[in-house]
């Protein structure tokens, strides 16, 4: 059939009353004509009556032969059963209204996942030919990748010819004073290539040039659509205004379009200028990103940039030999093995809710099609195929998953619009979560699922039981079958509950175990925050000093805070590294992580002084230099220099000054060791860290703690005005309790834990429902026996006990398939666990009690209601 | 039965109806059917209702257009007139009947 039948086909199908109607005209004007020939002809009206008909041949075959010629019979037909369907749904108006709902849950939930691992996993980054951008990192050994020096990143760019652009960025936080008051915002010092990698364009204006990030250009810097939007109100005069960054004025020179980068919390981007001791620095402290030019593949670039890389190592300096480059595509890049591990597992989960609810679907459609047995019978009286009876059924179904299915689009839609907010933090910042048609596409996949699951079973059982039985009013035998498919159902639903169940309280035993872990510090009552010094206002180390002891000072005599104290890391949180250690006579170099602390630090999060003592306020500039170690680079001391007690030794370390990278200096005295306070997630080991007092090596960068006597809700504007009374210009920002960091650090690999909980807890509901229609049914079927037995004597406690045993032993089934299923996944869940057992004793058994618990509560209303069978009722109603 | 009837080979109905609105111009369904049985020397059996299923299918393909018009009985009726693909397709239509017959009556030379 070509394409014009096809649609000539499709249009006769919608325009059919209008063709039937002519079509009638035709024969009438046909005959007509023909009686009239035939009259001429000398026949009686009788007989040209008669003639014409038999001339004219089957009127009523030969409309039919129409109907099949001009259009798709079995559309028709479908379309049919579709609005018979339809128009049979509000006839049951409580039966549509749960298994829409209970469809809507199952498709909605699984469509809003699927966005989201749509939006992580399938989508091609949203910027021009995204496969060709790509990360490029130093990596010195191999499994480990760096950050690059500016002497790499410059020679790579001179030449490498393998991108068509390359450029290195550098996260900067910056305050912007507008008419609220200062504020922080986070931008990038980018090279000039930068938005030639991610190949985006400036809306207005342009976007950086050669010139910009040469030494000496005017200071200039372009904002995100979203930041134009938001500090400048779409201001369309914005590139004759200026930004005032701490405290400089830069000029802005474009607004970027609209895109992805308005999910990053990236808001400005101003050229990074390299100064003469940086280009000889060989500190680690670019990210690169590249774009493969066009005649570059992954692997050939990979090559090239390791032969680069071995040409230069000859001129590094000696430590640095050895390692190799890694040019990595940009999309395995945003995507951590963790997130991808969470997603993973949520979406098998959702799955795993869906397929619960297709079990329920078909148990409700079963019992449905159990009511609906008298009128197929009538129908296969009247002679319609077993075929067209499934078809039927199997059509219905299929109406009610389409109205699911949009029901589901519906929720999904809602999901999405309630969970970005909170999931946008999780996601790598291209992830543009939103009901696209990928995901439309998928929806209609699943829904047509869904219908094919659960809608084929009942209307096979439906038409293929002895219909002419259920004409007959006593067709009780034939639901033996029937009752049997209900109950494997169910025990299906039981074990697939019992899987997630367990999940969810894996992962919440896994949660609590880490909120018991040790962290090394005391968390409660401490509200932390972050400050970044202007170089324009405090261009010398003694100035910031200066201002660190003013902040202390001043925060430790606010009413309401107990302690204060100034550090350049959080606790709990990731320290830069790169720095050494090294003990006279030792060759080997400890690496370390340096921590920049003023004497309040350690005891304003309790961090015991294990020997030695802390820093103190004599530590400052003009005093003997000194560093306080924590118990891992004690023990990483012991090791490598066989230092059995370090306090009191003195070092050389390497060190990063006020502004720059200074080699390596000596004469640093240990005098004192901390016990480890974690920086990281567990599962690593606690690093080395070196503390240094602040005074003696200040850095721009710090955040401030306070301990509060009691609760941290409402000291914030006192802080707040304390810092202002020092500097009234100076923003605080990302302000957070320890425990939120706390949280942000350890929740990582736990974090599904409340989507699986959810998940969860509907399932339980889910298979609660199934358990309750089938035991409902079962005891209305057997009224009559229950009615015998209780005439000869059972008691209603007897009836009572006996349904709830059929009920245990539907759960009992369930449960021991679910624990297999339980067994098989042991390996999915493990990796997302702290410190528990995928096997464990305590969840599992949590698990089957609780699915027991909850088996019981929806056997007990049909229990009762079997209890209280009237013997007399019962028998004389079935006569 | 009285007089020898052939039945219409199969998907030839086709190739008639085209063939007549050819030499006749715009007709309606009862004019056609009639001009058919006329020319086949009434030797044809064929229900003058299987007309109309034969004319939607050609319609479709777009081979004949209809026009309203009134009958002899001053009814409106649709008229059925070839279109330019019509004319086309009857010419290869005839083309595929000749090499067909040609077909089968040199096979039948052979054979005897």
Same mark, same amino acid.
């Given at each position: 059939m070509n394409l014009r039948r096809l649609f000539a086909s499709l249009l006769a199908l919608m325009r059919k009353r209008r063709l039937d109607l002519e079509l009638e005209d035709e024969i009438r004007a046909h005959l007509e004509l023909a009686e009239r020939d035939a009259v001429e002809r000398g026949l009686s009206p009788e007989e040209a009556y008669r003639k014409a008909r038999r001339g004219f041949g089957g009127i009523e075959q030969m409309k039919e032969e129409h109907r099949d010629r001009r259009s798709l019979r079995w559309i028709e037909t479908l379309l049919r059963d579709f609005r018979y369907g339809l128009a049979s749904l509000p006839r049951a108006p409580g039966f549509t209204a749960v298994v829409i709902s209970i469809l809507a849950l199952g498709i909605g939930g699984t469509v809003a996942m699927f966005s989201v691992v749509d939006a992580v996993f399938?989508?091609?980054?949203? $910027?021009?030919? #995204?496969?060709?951008i790509v990360g490029v990192w130093e990596a010195p050994r191999p499994g480990a990748v760096n950050a690059t020096t500016v002497p790499q990143f410059v020679a790579w760019n001179r030449l490498?010819? %393998? $991108?068509s652009a390359l450029a290195a960025e550098q996260p900067i936080l910056a305050a912007l004073n507008d008419k609220s008051g200062p504020s922080r915002i986070a931008g990038k010092a980018v090279t000039a290539g930068y938005f030639k990698v991610f190949a985006s364009g400036a809306k207005l204006g342009r976007t950086f040039t050669?010139?910009?990030?040469?030494?000496?250009?005017?200071p200039v810097v372009i904002i995100s659509h979203a930041a134009w939007q938001s500090?400048?109100? /779409?201001?369309?005069?914005?590139?004759?205004r200026r930004l005032i960054l701490d405290g400089e004025a830069y000029q802005v020179i474009g607004v970027l379009q609209?895109?992805? $980068?308005?999910?990053?919390?990236?808001?400005f981007w101003k050229p990074l200028i390299f100064t003469q001791d940086q280009l000889a620095s060989d500190a680690h402290w670019l990210t690169v990103y590249g774009r493969l030019n066009a005649s570059a593949t992954l692997t050939n670039a990979r090559e090239r940039m390791r032969a680069l890389y071995a040409a230069l190592d000859e001129t590094? #300096?000696?430590?640095? @030999? /050895?390692g190799t480059i890694v040019v990595e595509p940009l999309k395995q890049l945003l995507v951590g093995s963790n997130l991808h591990r969470s997603i993973s597992v949520a979406f098998g989960a959702v799955l795993l809710v869906l397929l619960i609810a297709c079990a329920n679907i078909a148990n409700l459609l079963f019992a449905q099609g159990a009511t609906r047995r008298t009128e197929l019978a009538v129908r296969s009286a009247l002679g319609a195929s077993r075929g067209r009876l499934v078809a039927q059924l199997l059509t219905e179904g299929f109406a009610l998953c389409l109205l699911g299915g949009a029901a589901g689009i519906a929720t999904a839609w809602l999901l999405i619009r309630v969970a970005t907010p909170l999931l946008s933090q999780s996601?790598?910042?291209?992830?543009?979560?939103s009901l696209n048609l990928h995901v439309l596409a998928f929806a209609a996949v699943v829904a047509l699922g869904v219908a094919a699951l659960a809608g084929v079973l009942p209307a096979v059982q439906a038409s293929f039981?002895?219909?002419?039985?259920?004409?007959?009013?006593?067709? @009780?035998?034939?639901?033996v079958m029937h009752i049997r498919v209900r109950r494997s159902i169910v025990i299906g639903e039981v074990a697939l509950s019992l899987v997630l169940v367990c999940g969810a309280l894996l992962l919440a035993r896994s949660l609590v175990k880490l909120q018991q872990?040790?962290? /090394?510090? @005391?968390?409660?009552n401490v509200i932390t925050m972050s400050a970044d010094l202007p170089l324009g206002a405090y261009p010398t180390p003694q100035k910031a000093v200066l201002f660190y002891e003013a902040v202390a000072r001043r925060l430790r005599s606010t009413? !309401?805070?107990a302690k204060a104290g100034l550090s350049t890391y959080l606790p709990l949180e990731w320290i830069s590294n790169g720095e050494a250690m090294q003990v006279a006579g030792a060759e080997k170099l400890v690496r370390v992580r340096f921590k920049r602390v003023d004497p309040g630090y350690f005891s304003t999060l309790d961090?015991? %002084?294990?020997a030695g003592r802390g820093i103190t306020?004599?530590?400052?500039? /003009?005093?003997p230099r000194v560093v306080v170690i924590n118990q891992a680079l004690a023990a990483g001391l012991r090791d490598?220099?066989?230092?059995?007690?370090?306090? !009191?030794k003195m070092v050389r370390l390497s060190s990063t000054d006020y502004t720059e990278v200074q080699p390596l200096m000596s004469d %640093?005295?240990?005098v004192g060791i901390i016990r480890s306070e974690r920086t990281?997630?567990?599962g690593s080991p606690d690093p080395a860290v070196v503390y240094v007092p602040l005074a003696q090596a200040p850095n721009p960068h710090i955040k401030l703690l306070v301990r509060t006597h009691? !609760?941290?809700?409402?000291?914030m504007p006192s802080i707040r005005q304390a810092v202002r009374e020092i500097d009234s210009n100076l923003p605080l920002g990302d302000v957070a309790t320890m425990q939120q960091v706390r949280d942000r650090t350890l929740a990582g690999a736990s974090r599904p834990a409340w989507l699986i909980g959810i998940f969860a807890f509907v399932a339980i509901l889910l298979a609660a429902i199934g358990l309750y229609g089938v035991l409902a049914y079962s005891v209305t079927q057997q009224r009559r026996e229950l009615g015998i037995r209780m005439a000869l004597g059972a008691r209603p406690g007897d009836v009572l006990s006996q349904v709830l045993r059929r009920a245990l032993v539907m759960v009992s089934v369930g449960l021991i398939f679910g624990l297999i299923g339980v067994f098989a996944l042991t390996r999915v869940i493990a990796n997302l666990l $702290?410190?528990?057992?995928?096997?464990?004793p305590l969840a599992l058994a949590t698990a089957c009690i609780s699915m027991m618990v909850i088996g019981l509560l929806a056997a007990f209303p049909p229990a009762s209601r079997a209890a209280r069978v009237d013997p007399i009722a019962t028998l004389r109603d079935a006569g | 039965m009285s007089k020898a009837q052939t039945e219409i080979p199969y998907g030839t109905l086709d190739l008639l109806i085209l063939k007549t609105l050819e030499t006749m111009g715009a007709m309606h369904g009862y004019a056609i059917a009639r001009r058919i049985e006329q020319v086949s020397g009434e030797s044809l059996q064929l +229900?003058?209702? +299987?007309v109309y299923p034969a004319l939607i299918r050609i319609q479709q393909e777009g081979w004949i257009r209809t026009d309203w018009g009134i009958s002899e009985t001053n009814r409106k009726v649709k008229f059925y007139s070839l279109t330019r693909a019509g004319r086309k397709q009857l010419l290869v239509e005839v083309a595929n009947w000749e090499k067909a017959t040609a077909l089968v009556a040199r096979f039948l030379e052979v054979s005897t």
């Open positions: 399938v989508k091609p980054l949203p $910027f021009p030919q #995204p496969d060709r490498a010819k %393998v $991108f050669s010139e910009d990030d040469r030494p000496g250009a005017g500090y400048f109100g /779409g201001d369309p005069g914005i590139l004759h609209r895109g992805p $980068f308005d999910r990053d919390e990236t808001q590094a #300096p000696m430590k640095e @030999r /050895g996601l790598p910042f291209t992830a543009d979560v039981g002895n219909l002419t039985d259920s004409l007959k009013q006593s067709a @009780r035998g034939s639901s872990l040790d962290t /090394g510090i @005391r968390v409660e009413p !309401g805070v961090i015991p %002084v294990l306020n004599r530590d400052r500039e /003009g005093a490598i220099a066989r230092m059995a007690n370090p306090v !009191g %640093v005295q240990i990281s997630s567990p009691e !609760g941290t809700a409402s000291i $702290f410190e528990v057992s995928p096997l464990d | +229900s003058q209702g +299987s």
